[in-house]
């Protein structure tokens, strides 16, 4: 086993907390932490850009293994003891696994023929977001954009996103007017899920081409100036007495309503 840091002033654990506790920090290295065995190595199996990968004394004997078998070359590797992962832990019962990654450079949209995407404008539950991304992934939704959303890289959403932020497309285009010049130009037509009277039932909009549905705020819904920008709206038609749904599991549905569509054309 490697030396054992214990130190709770080791320049990588001090690094690791800046990151965990602060969005500034993070976007001023460039960097994001991961906690937990099954996203890291969904980390390590998609070749994203690592650069440290910190273990527990007793996570190195249960894991180590199984991790080092993948290419750590450019990954700077640290064992701590427990007591020091149960330090810089987010997660009540820690498996002492932690990784920090970089950053990906931003990247221009990359539409697709008959492409289906997913927009979260203006969520804030990290726990939303981390799930809307694990399910566009797996749907095989094209894209998924964020627009004045939570931050992408914190702790809650990285974790909540079970690994798919590794694999799902995603873009945080906050300025709006840019939002839909890029869907206009692209030949992408709009829908806002609202909760409208003159909205579609989705099971009765024939989604064909290249479309996005725009989920808004989990308490108060699309602005109505966003919803009025769409090309249409669509409501989930709901039975009894509830009139909404969690944010999450209304873009669930909507999302396999867009890829029932696609598949059937």
Not at 224 to 238: L, T
Request: charged content about 25%.
């Amino acid at each position: 086993m490697e030396n054992i840091i214990t130190s709770k002033d080791n320049p990588v654990i001090k690094l690791y907390q800046k990151l965990s506790s602060s969005k500034k920090e993070r976007f001023e290295y460039g960097l994001f932490v991961l906690e937990g065995l099954r996203i890291v190595e969904d980390a390590l199996r998609e070749e994203a850009p690592l650069t440290h990968l910190i273990l527990t004394a007793s996570a190195y004997e249960r894991y180590g293994s199984e991790l080092f078998q993948a290419d750590l070359r450019d990954t700077r590797t640290l064992v701590i003891s427990n007591e020091l992962g149960n330090r810089i832990a987010s997660t009540e019962k820690t498996q002492g696994v932690f990784a920090v990654c970089r950053i990906p450079a931003a990247k221009a949209p990359v539409f697709a023929e008959n492409g289906r995407y997913i927009v979260l404008f203006g969520l804030q539950d990290p726990g939303n977001v981390g799930m809307i991304i694990r399910t566009a992934d797996a749907l095989g939704m094209d894209g998924v954009f964020l627009s004045g959303s939570c931050e992408l890289y914190s702790p809650k959403v990285i974790r909540s996103t079970m690994g798919s932020v590794f694999r799902a497309d995603i873009h945080v285009v906050n300025d709006a007017d840019e939002l839909f010049r890029l869907f206009e130009e692209n030949g992408v037509r709009t829908s806002a899920a609202v909760i409208d009277s003159d909205a579609v039932p989705v099971t009765e909009r024939s989604f064909s081409g290249s479309e996005a549905v725009f989920i808004g705020n989990e308490g108060n819904g699309l602005p109505p100036e966003i919803a009025s920008r769409c090309d249409s709206k669509v409501i989930i038609p709901m039975q009894g007495n509830i009139n909404s749904l969690n944010a999450a599991m209304a873009a669930g549905i909507l999302m396999w309503e867009l890829r029932r569509s696609n598949s059937k054309g």
